[in-house]
T-cell receptor, first 114, second 109 residues
Framework: GAVVSQHPSRVICKSGTSVKIECRSLDFQATTMFWYRQFPKQSLMLMATSNEGSKATYEQGVEKDKFLINHASLTLSTLTVTSAHPEDSSFYIC??????????FGQGTRLTVV | GQNIDQPTEMTATEGAIVQINCTYQ??????LFWYQQHAGEAPTFLSY??LDGLEEKGRFSSFLSRSKGYSYLLLKELQMKDSASYLCAVMDSNYQLIWGAGTKLIIKP
């Protein structure tokens, strides 16, 4: 079946640095990719939706200048957490779908900012 | 507004059957998903319903009634490894996933 690969699975970075997370669809063309953040003991929170070739649509309360999303091709979207702070430490998950398929999830990235 | 409701926690016995309900009110409907999530991991896809009826997949089955805005996930022959959170999510008219808060399922021997 379709597979979505997310990399890295874990990353530790220093406060003030930037971190890039990649999300790839391996055997289908992802016209839409979603980025989620998981807060402890809560459900996933949708951060933004990106359609290939266009700017991402951010959910209310999500800082677009802090969480940069690029969906440059039909198989790759990236989320860059800029000037990371300890409060950005979280679990980030992407999902991808084509026009005809359900959404498939990546394995997630655990970000720790020290 | 958009709303997904599911019980916060359920407890069941190993070998038994458990049904996790989900009701929803969303702007449009493009399918309902059930995901399983173990602590510290990303959710994994279990099922997808877009038409009314029951979808069976091994020990897991999912049911949908669009007119009632209702779904359930049925787990049979429960195993200890089934202890996890089960997330109900609806894809709305904009193809965005609206998530429930999840049901924590505790399996006892």
């Amino acid at each position: 079946g379709a597979v979505v690969s997310q990399h890295p699975s874990r990353v530790i970075c220093k406060s003030g640095t930037s971190v890039k997370i990649e999300c790839r669809s391996l055997d289908f063309q992802a016209t839409t990719m979603f980025w989620y953040r998981q807060f402890p003991k809560q459900s996933l929170m949708l951060m933004a939706t990106s359609n290939e070739g266009s700017k991402a649509t951010y959910e209310q309360g999500v800082e677009k200048d802090k969480f940069l999303i690029n969906h440059a091709s039909l198989t790759l979207s990236t989320l860059t957490v800029t000037s990371a702070h300890p409060e950005d430490s979280s679990f980030y998950i992407c999902s991808a779908r084509s026009k005809d398929t359900e959404a498939f999830f990546g394995q997630g990235t655990r970000l720790t900012v020290v | 507004g958009q709303n997904i409701d599911q019980p916060t926690e359920m407890t069941a016995t190993e070998g038994a059957i458990v049904q996790i309900n989900c009701t929803y009110q969303t702007s449009g409907f493009n399918g309902l998903f059930w995901y399983q999530q173990h602590a510290g991991e990303a959710p994994t896809f279990l099922s997808y319903n877009v038409l009314d009826g029951l979808e069976e997949k091994g020990r897991f089955s999912s049911f949908l009634s669009r007119s009632k805005g209702y779904s359930y996930l049925l787990l049979k022959e429960l195993q200890m490894k089934d202890s996890a959170s089960y997330l109900c999510a609806v894809m709305d008219s904009n193809y965005q996933l609206i998530w429930g808060a999840g049901t924590k399922l505790i399996i006892k021997p």
